[in-house]
């Protein structure tokens, strides 16, 4: 099982910036893959960026040059820097582990808004 806890989201005005953290607790040495997704009202849960364990990171076409998503195994904590943000940005992120055997955790979600 792994716990995980989330914060960082909050109010901003639009081309501001946030960092989201995600702490991570539990059996952490099982974990191949963190990251981040959002969802907006009325859609889709869609990924934001991911780091799998010795691959590279993925990021949704819409954030490319703006977030930069890191990781910190020795804190076991997923970051999310959010640069430039846009009333579309808008969102509850929420972070997610998987684990090697392919079960997946997610964390509670933070509220991202992005004012015009």
């Known amino acids: 099982q792994v716990q995980l806890v989330e914060s960082g989201g909050g109010l901003v005005q639009a081309g501001g910036s946030l960092r989201l953290s995600c702490a991570a607790s539990g059996s952490t040495l099982s974990i191949f893959a963190m990251g981040w997704y959002r969802q907006a009202p009325g859609k889709q849960r869609e990924l934001v960026a991911r780091?799998?364990?010795?691959?590279?990171?993925n990021y949704a076409d819409s954030v490319k040059g703006r977030f930069t998503i890191s990781r910190d195994n020795a804190k076991n904590t997923l970051y999310l820097q959010m640069n430039s943000l846009k009333p579309e940005d808008t969102a509850v992120y929420y972070c997610r582990v998987t684990v090697w055997s392919g079960s997946v955790y997610w964390g509670q979600g933070t509220q991202v808004t992005v004012s015009s």
């Open positions: 780091i799998p364990t010795g691959l590279s990171t």
